[in-house]
């Protein structure tokens, strides 16, 4: 029951970190306010069209994070409400696949804005690995932990 509680505490902590890092602890690039431009441009009518700015890459991996973050303590939870210490184990398994999950968004399927000097490249992109590293070494030694006691019960 120690393990059980400890453990998803644990995950659960990692996933709010997951989810706070890249919109309040370390922020990426903000969504861009909406421009207006005269339409007297376009139409020669006055009236006004308000068009976006670009949205950066970084934006859209916080919000992937926020998703995957989400997943982390909703797995979590049900560490702490599973009795069965092959389903906490299969659980453990999917958080060490969700953290690669959640490292390879800011690195490879996403990514983060170009410029390395930027708030995201030197804040949030870091953080965001590190915190997936140790999410993988957090779960793979929870299963290690119950493939013991498993071990010991069948002995």
């Not at 939870?77 to 390879?104: D, K, N, Y």
């Not at 708030?119 to 590293?133: E, Q, S, V």
Request: hydrophobic share 55%.
């Amino acid at each position: 029951m120690k393990n059980r509680i400890v453990s998803s505490v644990l995950f659960i902590f990692i996933g709010a970190l997951l989810i706070l890092f890249p919109l309040y602890i370390l922020p990426v690039c903000p969504l861009p306010d909406a421009q207006a431009i005269p339409a007297t441009t376009m139409a020669g009518d006055g009236h006004m069209h308000s068009t976006p700015g670009k949205i950066m890459k970084c934006f859209w991996t916080a919000r992937a994070e926020i998703g995957i973050g989400s997943l982390v303590i909703a797995i979590g939870a049900l560490v702490l409400f599973s009795r069965s210490l092959f389903v906490r184990m299969g659980l453990s398994m999917a958080l060490a696949c969700t953290a690669v999950l959640a490292a390879a968004i800011p690195t490879i399927l996403i990514g983060v804005c170009g410029n390395e000097m930027m708030r995201c490249n030197m804040g949030a992109k870091p953080a965001l690995i590190l915190l997936a590293i140790v999410l993988v070494i957090a779960a793979i030694s929870n299963v290690l932990y119950l493939n013991k006691q498993v071990n010991k019960q069948i002995r």
